[in-house]
């Protein structure tokens, strides 16, 4: 390192280094470090500004979505004049503007079972910002096989949660949560809303401990979860093991390689639930005529932006009127959960020949 680079490093970082615990070398070791972020939404957006600013020489961005207005509630990577393009390239350049030693690498695509491991193997750590059971479960399980720390966070309405899994001899995200909830049971944020500055909580907490693997320093939360709820300004623990038992990383694992795990989080299929080679099927018969039904997007207008399933119609879920179905139906969202609430409504008004993809958009595009 020159002279003018390496002084502007001990300036840039002083007062990282002056802390006895991290000094010059762990300001290095972050310099040297390689993170995945998975998201740059709600909590990968601060996880992002604080990565970068800490001085973390690589960083990379998973994000395919685009920005909506609604985005800048809590997102704060991102701005007005950004509206309506690429999260991840938006990302990009907030994060060049604030650390231009930062080396980002962008992959405007999902994360699928068929990528998890190639992209995951480029980096020393997983920060997890997602939304959905199918990324949190591929993401345990995937780092689990390449060895790599989980950071996991999560949040709802005023609540938030945050713990590291797959550190040696403590639990992974299955050892807690062995299987997904029922399909439907828990809503996500775009359903049930969510308390903005809680992102900036634990996005903060999840950076905080991804440095803290980094550099060696402290005690990592592994083995516990931490849970914030604003409302109240408190901040719980609850204490969590490995499960020898556990099929991902007890024992004896049973599970050796990446699932399709959007049939896994809606309870594998049923006759309610078509996956995507089903869809894909029948998508072709109608095309044949050999069968009928409609297929139907219940985005609303503005998430439209993103692309369509090929031969499905608009009917948004905040105009959707029942008395308009006609025979078979076919119903897809954004990740599936809003399909799946619809579902379950439309079968209690008697509704009958009525299924959903499961998968939603996200599951169609990352293949």
């Known amino acids: 390192m020159s002279e003018q680079l ?9 007062r990282h280094i002056k802390i006895d615990q991290v000094g010059e070398s762990g300001q290095r070791k972050l310099s040297s470090a390689r993170v995945l972020v998975v998201g740059a ?29 609604s985005n800048l509630q809590r997102q704060i990577i991102h701005s007005e004049r950004g ?27 999902p994360i699928s079972r068929e990528n998890a491991l190639d992209v995951i193997g480029g980096f020393d750590l997983v920060v997890d910002g997602s939304d959905n059971f199918a990324t949190r479960y591929l993401l345990n399980d995937a780092c689990v096989l390449a060895g790599k720390p989980y950071v996991w966070g999560s949040v709802l309405r005023f ?6 899994f797959g550190l040696p001899g403590g639990p992974c995200y299955r050892c807690v949560y062995p299987s997904p909830p029922e399909p439907g ?21 999840q950076v905080s401990e991804v440095l803290k693997v980094i550099i060696g320093v402290g005690e990592v939360l592994s083995g516990r979860i931490a849970i914030f709820d604003a409302l109240s300004a408190r901040i719980e623990e609850v204490s969590i093991a490995r499960d020898i038992h556990c099929p991902m990383c007890g024992d004896s694992p049973s599970i050796t390689e990446l699932q399709d795990y959007v049939s896994f989080c809606a309870g594998g299929t049923t006759d309610d639930t078509v996956t995507r080679s089903q869809l894909i099927g029948l998508l072709q018969s109608r095309e044949r005529g050999d069968v009928e039904f409609t297929f139907i997007d219940i985005r609303e207008q503005y998430e439209l932006i993103h692309g369509q399933i090929p031969g499905s119609m608009s009917m948004p879920l905040s105009t959707f009127d029942p008395d308009a179905l006609i025979g078979d139906v076919i119903l897809y969202c954004q990740a599936g959960v809003r399909s799946e609430h619809l579902l379950r409504e439309l079968k209690a008004q008697g509704f009958s020949g009525i299924k959903h993809y499961a998968g939603g958009y996200i599951d169609w595009v990352s293949r």
């Open 83 to 109: 509206v309506g393009t690429s999260k991840a390239a938006s990302a990009a350049a907030r994060i060049a503007e604030l650390n231009s030693t930062t080396v980002v690498k962008v992959f405007d695509r």
């Open 185 to 205: 049971s828990v809503p996500n944020c775009a359903d049930a809303g969510v308390f903005g500055a809680i992102c900036g909580v634990i996005g903060s907490l």
């Open 159 to 164: 609540d938030g949660q945050v713990s590291v």
């Open 6 to 14: 390496d002084g502007d490093f001990l300036r840039r970082y002083s």
């Open 41 to 69: 939404g709600g909590l990968g957006s601060p996880a992002l500004l604080y990565l970068a600013a800490a001085g973390v020489g690589t960083i990379g961005i998973i994000e395919f979505d685009s920005i909506e207005l």
